[in-house]
């Protein structure tokens, strides 16, 4: 079998530049959030809590869909309701 030469993932644009189509699909429902201490804080607490396994299923769920660890969804699940309460 004789090849073409080209590689198929180089000629797709997705490759080239993942950002150049119409990500309006994927922001319009987004409820985008800073996520402040996630990002620029330091994580040195340890906290140990009890959640039904349903609650613990959907969590995990949510995360995946966002491609995100469960333990990172919840934190900032946690740190965008603290910034909701102090904006009022």
């Known amino acids: 079998m004789k ?3 080209k590689n198929p993932l180089k ?6 530049d993942p950002l150049a189509g119409d990500l309006s699909e994927l922001m319009k429902d ?6 402040k201490f996630e990002l ?3 994580k040195t607490e340890t906290i140990t809590m009890r959640v039904s ?5 959907e969590i995990k769920g ?6 995100l660890d469960y333990t990172k969804f919840m934190r900032i699940l ?9 904006v009022g």
């Open 78 to 86: 946690m740190e965008n309701y603290i910034r909701r309460q102090k």
């Open 40 to 42: 620029t804080k330091p």
């Open 62 to 67: 949510e995360a995946k869909k966002r491609g």
């Open 30 to 35: 987004a409820d985008w959030q800073v996520a």
């Open 11 to 16: 000629e797709a644009n997705y490759f080239d």
């Open 53 to 57: 396994k349903e609650l613990l299923k």
């Open 3 to 5: 090849k073409s030469g």
